[in-house]
């Protein structure tokens, strides 16, 4: 049996190799993926985030605004923060994971457009909201994990 702490740096890895692009993550074997990606502790990474939000909220030093609009439009997202605008185009999105709470949109391995579950009312919208997002990025972009 594996400690937590094993579990928890597998967490780590499993993390790291999903960062990398497909020609460096294929040349560490499948097998070796797949058996971080079996033994990870899967609410590791996400506690470990949680708590350093938390943290930097708490110390007043978030490195980003917590409270902005965007729009997803036909042929770029518009994201409007207090003091500036984003205009980026869906090529630059790296990937999107649905959870339970949340869409991240991530952009690169430190940047995502986070937006909440709720932000997308109905079932129906939720449903054309994805369809919407396969359209732009791809299917094999977004990964659920409802």
């Not at 499993?14 to 960062?19: M, Q, R, T």
């Not at 937006?115 to 919208?125: D, F, L, W």
Request: proline share 3%; charged share 35%.
């Amino acid at each position: 049996m594996l400690s937590v702490n094993t579990r928890q740096a597998y967490a780590e890895i499993d993390s790291f190799i999903d960062l990398l692009d497909e020609y460096n993550k294929n040349k560490i074997p499948e097998k070796l993926r797949e058996y971080f990606k079996n033994e990870k502790d899967e609410k590791y990474i996400k506690k470990i985030v949680k708590i350093t939000v938390e943290n930097a909220k708490k110390n007043g030093t978030l490195p980003y605004d917590t409270i902005n609009k965007v729009n997803f439009n036909e042929n770029e997202i518009i994201e409007e923060l207090p003091n500036k605008k984003n205009i980026l185009k869906y090529e630059v999105i790296e990937k999107i994971i649905i959870s339970n709470d949340y869409y991240y949109i991530f952009l690169n391995s430190i940047e995502a457009i986070i937006i909440p579950n709720k932000a997308v009312k109905t079932k129906k919208e939720k449903e054309k909201f994805y369809d919407f997002l396969c359209q732009k990025v791809g299917s094999d972009k977004i990964k659920s994990v409802i």
